[in-house]
């Protein structure tokens, strides 16, 4: 993986982005990398992404913030499999039952058909390559959606 910086990294990223490494070489299982607003933290990761050599997932709280997340990892690694996995409901609205009115509402939704590709060919990279940074939410449903039962043949990872 190679990381095509806008700029040179500053002094106070690199102490972080070599803890950050260490951290994970040294099998911690959770590390948090805090920082003001504009203050390097992308840049910091994808430091640390470029100098691992592995396949990443990037989580993201929200939507929002993973489409933000994602623009900037295509920028500093645009030789690479920079992919996008969110929930694919523009809408979901669960069954309910309101007892007042003695009201049952059915389940609703309306799938984005664009970031239902965007999520398959996340998989789809994941599978064929070792240079892949998935950006993902972490309130996004993280599988495949499957058009049917499991069958014998289906492999599971």
């Known amino acids: 993986m190679y990381c095509i910086p ?7 990223n690199r102490k972080p982005s070599a803890a950050w490494k260490r951290g994970l070489e040294d099998g911690l299982a959770h590390q948090t990398l805090l920082g003001v607003t504009g203050s390097g933290k992308t840049f910091t990761i994808a ?25 900037e990892m295509k920028e500093f690694f645009p030789e690479n499999a920079v992919e ?4 694919y409901y523009d809408y979901y609205q669960p069954e309910a039952y309101v007892p ?27 599978l064929e390559r070792r240079d892949v940074v998935v950006v993902a939410s ?18 599971c990872i």
């Not at 691992?52 to 913030?65: D, E, F, G, S, Y």
């Open 100 to 126: 007042s009115s003695d009201t049952f509402i059915e389940k609703d939704a309306s799938v984005n058909e664009h970031i239902e590709q965007m999520r398959l060919s996340a998989t789809k990279a994941l």
């Open 47 to 71: 430091n640390v992404i470029a100098d691992l050599q592995r396949p990443t997932m990037v989580l993201a709280p929200n939507k929002t913030l993973a489409a933000q997340l994602y623009g």
């Open 84 to 87: 996008y996995f969110v929930s």
């Open 138 to 155: 972490s309130l996004g449903d993280l599988r495949p959606r499957r058009p049917g039962p499991v069958s014998e043949n289906d492999v």
């Open 6 to 12: 806008p700029f040179a990294p500053p002094e106070t």
